[in-house]
């Protein structure tokens, strides 16, 4: 809403309208930026391979469909109808002050997050120069040991500085000008390039039995946690629970439709997921590398392979621009919840929040790049709750205050605010089976999550 501003009584615009906000296709692109990340990027692949093959596979697609979407078409809905950040958005919609405060967590939420997701993608520029530069091509290295040698170390400070001078930068030259732009080229690109490394890994000898791994399908696998697995991630694959969605929606057009959005995202995210995992499950088994978890896979298994691979070093160095676009464009989701809060709580100018939020999340993140478990960093040893700064970080985010987000969007959603349905463009059975889904079964799935991630539901 533009409007004066009772301070200063200069003209206050928001980006939502006019020049300023998103394209419509430069918000599919941005969205779809914000959903392909690193979780895409080795999570997806891993757990598919662990739980199933392509019998997880459709489960995922389940549960996006099921819980995923509905709840990403409710944040961007709620966004572009409040026309405000993850927090003042709820206020501007009910004219109730509790909501400010519940839309305040996911922009803490996001805060955090930020701050130690820089340092992984932080790692992923490391391993690109690394890459490129020939150093990861001798076959002979003990690839586990550089890798704990490294995230053990203070180098990472470093990348994870320079990750959030870029998101900072990016954010910094505005919606249009600066994540627009970022994202039209970098997405585009990332598609061409990963489909290239994915011809690459299937004409490997001995591909197919990596593409049978990730593939086949083996129904027994599925259980009552491959089904929660599903339904994590598919939240977590899409951004949400943590206003990037909503904040996002908040400068998309009122002609765009949000629905077609909604579906395009969706599938972008599942696209980028199924190719990742085409190209990492024949490279690392053609050339006998353990299909190991999370961090292992992508800085282990991984580079020993393509050290073994004829050019390698080029493969390689493009896998890890790939991951460091990832992480990258998702980044500035991120970063830009807290912004866009700032801007409108302090009225500060876009360049100063960006500038002090990226350099506030930048120093709450150095304990976090020091304490990366197993790998005997100057902050490793320090336990709180049981677990490292890095891992309680990672935990309390992504497992308790994620879901918490989702649930006050599926609450607000179907319960508080009467006229979704209109800001939505939904009317008829649609509708009535968003509703269903965002009153009943959403909340219901989500408490499900909530409960086995921290434990107290537990599956022999
Ligand atoms: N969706 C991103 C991924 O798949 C992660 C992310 C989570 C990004 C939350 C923004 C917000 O890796």
């Given amino acids: 809403m533009s409007g004066l501003d009772k301070k200063t009584g200069k003209t206050v615009e928001r980006p939502g ?3 300023a906000g998103f394209s419509k296709n430069g918000f599919i692109l941005a969205a779809i930026g ?23 596979f459709l489960l995922f697609i389940l549960c996006l469909v099921v819980v995923g979407l509905p709840i ?13 950040n993850a927090s003042s958005s709820l206020f501007n919609l009910t004219n109730k002050k509790h909501w400010k405060w519940f839309g305040l967590i996911s922009i803490i939420t996001a805060f955090l997050i930020m701050s130690y997701y820089s340092v992984v993608a932080g790692w992923t520029l490391h391993y690109m120069i690394q890459s490129f530069a020939g150093a990861l091509s001798d076959v002979n290295m003990d690839y586990a040991g550089a890798f704990l040698g490294f995230a053990g170390g203070y180098m990472p400070i470093f990348w994870s500085a320079l990750v959030m001078a870029i998101t900072g930068f990016v ?36 591909a197919m039995e990596g593409a049978e791994f990730f593939l086949k399908p083996d129904f027994s ?28 929606g908040s400068y998309v057009r009122k002609d765009q439709s949000l629905g077609k959005a909604t579906l395009a995202i969706g599938a972008g995210d599942l696209l980028y997921a199924f190719i990742a995992g085409l190209v990492i499950f024949p490279t690392v088994f053609a050339y006998g590398m353990e299909p190991s978890s999370g961090v292992g896979l992508a800085f282990i298994a991984l580079p020993a392979a393509f050290a073994q691979m004829p050019l390698g070093f080029l493969f390689g160095g493009v896998f890890f621009l790939l991951l460091a676009i990832a992480a990258l464009t998702s980044a500035v989701s991120i970063l830009e919840v807290p912004v866009a809060y700032a801007m409108e709580q302090w009225k500060w100018s876009r360049k100063k929040t960006a500038t002090i939020m990226a350099t506030l999340a930048f120093l709450l993140g150095v304990p976090s790049a020091l304490s990366v478990e197993g790998a005997d960093g100057p902050l490793s040893n320090v336990l709180l709750f049981g677990k490292t700064i890095f891992d309680l970080f990672d935990f309390s985010t992504s497992y308790i205050l994620m879901p918490v987000g989702g649930l006050i969007i599926t609450l607000f959603t179907g319960y508080a605010w009467k006229r979704a349905g209109e800001e ?5 059975g649609i509708y009535r089976t968003w509703m269903f889904l965002l009153r009943y079964v959403c909340p219901l799935l989500i408490i499900l999550i909530f409960l086995y991630s921290v434990g107290v539901l537990k599956f022999s």
């Fill in 17 to 19: 309208e006019g020049a």
């Fill in 34 to 56: 914000s959903s392909v990340g690193l979780g895409n990027m080795w999570k997806f692949p891993y757990i598919t391979g662990e739980n199933g093959g392509a019998a997880f």
């Fill in 72 to 84: 990403l078409l409710a944040e961007m809905t709620i966004g572009r109808g409040g026309r405000g």
């Fill in 171 to 206: 954010i910094a030259k505005g919606v249009s000008g600066g994540i627009e732009k970022f994202n039209k080229i970098l997405i585009p690109g990332f598609l061409i390039l990963l489909l290239i490394m994915m011809v690459r890994a299937l004409t490997l000898p001995g």
């Fill in 221 to 248: 696998k599925l259980n009552e946690e491959s089904v929660l697995i599903a339904l994590g991630h598919s939240f977590f694959s899409l951004s949400l629970g943590m206003g990037c969605m909503l904040t996002y």
């Fill in 424 to 428: 939505a463009g939904l009317t008829g």
